[in-house]
């Protein structure tokens, strides 16, 4: 099976694209009964107060996806910063047809991809990477000050911290494919256009991050 | 078996996947790991606290960003008078051009048999003054001068009257004016012959007389 890793594809657009467009009228429709479209619709009219609303919104949600895609705070806070700013720039571009969530996670996968494909982030992960493993070219998480043993109890909290874990030791693509299609309940098309790849790979990308979380994850499971 | 636990999977197959789960152990045991796998991520926080900081300096950058396409707004449409002012002058220009220049290029029509008053006034311009000042015959610059003063026998209200209003008198009394070429290239030729003789005369009239009268 053909690899798709993250440094198999150029720089993700990070200006945002209209992720599914549907013609159909009463689709139309219905995205307007949506308030989330009806919030975005008041941003592109130029409302800044709609913009802080749709910010306090969603930006917890961004937030917290960079983070798990980035792996690491202060960045994934850069990324959303990024993230609302492109929004506003490029309001225009949203069409009510598409889900704003999906919009809103589309882009910021972009934005966190490349911030995975930084020449800095790169130099780190070569310092940090002993194992010489293709397959992971962010290199391995940092370690986890709070990673507990089996022994000692898997708490619901404990395993979060575990599934964070596995998460962010996965290869980006795979990262963001499980991530869009679990969190944000993308379907795999919409995850397709958002990774810029076909669905075939989307597929194909989540099953390899489920077996390799399975794997991690087995004693906690 | 991951489509069939997002029910993403047809119908026939996840018939033959079910008729498959009941002879095999091991997919079944695989199923249910995976299922216990998208139930702990489905329980995994998915929004995180947003900092006070992070909020006001996101705010900040897109008020900025308003504020510039703002001026950028005001800017295109303090532009955009000034180019709607400019349409219908530049169209004026176009078309007072386009008339001259029509009126200017048009050849001496053919012939015609009739030598009358009437056939003399439909003639244009450029041929009438051609046949005051033969082009094979003249110098370029005699051939402006000629044009520019033409014989006291042309008549000069009807080629006023075949050019369009507005242009000015000497183009309108002799319109190869614009279009004597070799003129220009005399001009320079002209003013360099000028500069030399000023120069010559520059010298002469800074040489002190004692001078001169030394030399001879």
């Known amino acids: 099976m053909a690899r798709v890793g993250a440094g198999e594809v150029p720089e993700m657009p990070v200006e945002p694209v209209d992720p599914v467009p549907v013609a159909d009228p009463a689709a139309v429709a219905r995205a307007a009964a949506d308030p989330d479209v009806a919030l975005m619709l ?35 806070e850069e990324v959303t910063q990024d993230v609302f700013v492109q929004v506003f720039r490029f309001r225009d571009r949203y069409r009510p047809e598409s889900r704003l969530s999906t919009w809103l996670f589309t882009i910021t996968t972009n934005f966190c991809l490349n911030e995975l494909r930084r020449p800095e982030r790169r130099l780190r992960v070569d ?46 693509k795979q990262r963001a494919a499980i991530l869009l299609s679990r969190f944000d309940g993308l379907n795999y098309q919409d995850v397709a256009a958002a990774l810029g790849c076909t669905e075939g790979a989307v597929k194909a990308l989540v099953f390899r991050a489920t077996q390799s979380l399975k794997q991690t994850l087995k004693d906690y499971l | ?54 909020e006001q300096a996101t705010l900040r950058s897109v008020r900025l960003l308003a504020a510039e396409e703002e001026e ?11 180019f709607r002012l400019a349409v219908p002058a530049l169209a004026a220009a176009a078309t007072v051009a386009v008339a ?26 450029p041929a009438r003054v051609a046949k005051a000042a033969p082009r094979s015959t003249l110098e370029p610059s005699a051939r402006v001068i000629a044009a520019a003063k033409p014989s006291p026998h042309e008549a000069r209200p009807e080629v006023a009257s075949a050019a369009p209003s507005g242009l000015p008198v000497e183009l309108t009394q002799a319109p190869d004016l614009l279009f004597a070429l070799p003129m220009l290239h005399n001009l320079d030729k002209l003013e360099h012959f000028e500069k030399i003789q000023t120069t010559v005369l520059d010298d002469d009239i800074g040489q002190p007389p004692g001078d001169a009268d030394s030399n001879g």
């Open chain 1, 42 to 76: 008041r941003v592109q009219a130029g409302d800044q107060v709609a913009f802080q609303e749709l910010f306090r919104k969603f930006s917890p949600r961004i937030l917290k996806f960079a983070r798990r895609l980035v792996g690491n705070e202060a960045r994934a």
């Open chain 2, 1 to 54: 078996m991951v489509e069939a636990l997002e029910a993403t999977l047809s119908p026939r197959r996840r018939r033959a996947l079910d008729d498959h789960l009941v002879r095999c152990a091991s997919c079944r045991a695989e199923l249910a790991a995976t299922e216990r796998l998208f139930g702990a991520l489905d329980a995994l926080p998915m929004e995180a606290p947003v900092p006070v900081r992070l």
């Open chain 1, 127 to 172: 310092l940090w990477d002993t194992r010489g493993d293709e397959e992971r070219p962010e290199g391995p998480s940092l370690p986890d000050p709070y990673a507990v043993t089996p022994e000692d109890g898997a708490s619901s909290r404990e395993l979060a911290q575990q599934i964070d874990t596995a998460i962010a030791a996965l290869p980006p």
């Open chain 2, 100 to 125: 001259l220049v029509a009126t200017l290029t048009s050849g001496p029509e053919p012939q015609r048999t009739g030598s009358g008053p009437a056939a003399t006034a439909a003639k244009p311009g």
């Open chain 2, 72 to 82: 950028r707004r005001v800017a295109r449409a303090q532009r955009f008078p000034w």
